[in-house]
């Protein structure tokens, strides 16, 4: 089993920027990619983005391309999403994910919620 945490969600205006954490820990969660969707209500969730653990390989969403960074910290056990130039239309709930390599979901985050008011 592998447990996710996610943290940083909250409220920002239009153009802010916010950073999610996830903590990851459980057993041999190093094994597997790590990736961040997003979730608008009554839809299905988006992805976002995703990295490995070295850090070596990332892949964006064209939507946030330019404007998200996923980045992680291996001595932490942590990975993060950078959110820069924030728009209302990214409203929505976060999730981290533990993933195999081509973003096939193994295990969820509990979700974290991020508001951006206009």
């Known amino acids: 089993q592998v447990q996710l945490v996610e943290s940083g969600g909250g409220l920002v205006q239009a153009g802010g920027s916010l950073r999610l954490s996830c903590a990851a820990s459980?057993?041999?969660?190093?094994?597997?990619?790590m990736a961040w969707f997003l979730q608008a209500p009554e839809k299905d969730r988006e992805f976002v983005g995703g990295?490995?653990?070295?850090?070596?390989?990332?892949y964006y969403a064209d939507s946030v391309k330019g404007r998200f960074t996923i980045s992680t910290d291996s001595a932490k056990n942590t990975v993060y999403l950078q959110m820069n130039s924030l728009k209302p239309e990214d409203t929505d709930v976060y999730y981290c994910?533990?993933?195999?390599?081509?973003?096939?979901?193994?295990?969820w985050g509990q979700g974290t919620q991020v508001n951006v008011s206009s």
């Open positions: 990295i490995t653990w070295s850090g070596d390989n990332t």
């Open positions: 459980g057993r041999a969660f190093i094994s597997y990619a």
């Open positions: 994910a533990a993933t195999t390599l081509n973003w096939r979901v193994r295990y």
